[in-house]
């Protein structure tokens, strides 16, 4: 019996992460502010600034699914 080729491996669904999409996580966290534009940018944009106040060097990064991690 003759075998049945391999599938290749199919992509993921997740968006790309912030180095893949050439922009720092800052800059898509910049962006998501803006795009949320109601009280969720507001709020998101004060817990940056509570959590980058209390540790300044806070490494930002973007996870799966467009969120922003300290």
């Given at each position: 019996?003759?075998?049945?080729?391999?599938?290749?491996?199919?992509?993921?669904?997740?968006?790309?992460?912030?180095?893949?999409t050439?922009?720092?996580?800052?800059?898509?966290?910049d962006?998501?502010?803006?795009?949320?534009?109601?009280?969720?940018?507001?709020?998101?944009?004060?817990?940056?600034?509570?959590?980058?106040?209390?540790v300044?060097?806070?490494?930002?990064?973007?996870?799966?699914?467009?969120?922003?991690?300290?």
């Open positions: 019996m003759a075998r049945k080729p391999r599938k290749s491996a199919t992509r993921s669904k997740s968006p790309p992460k912030a180095g893949a050439g922009k720092p996580a800052s800059r898509l966290i962006q998501r502010i803006l795009d949320l534009g109601d009280w969720r940018g507001e709020t998101l944009a004060r817990m940056r600034a509570l959590i980058l106040a209390a300044p060097e806070m490494t930002e990064e973007w996870k799966w699914m467009g969120t922003p991690v300290w």
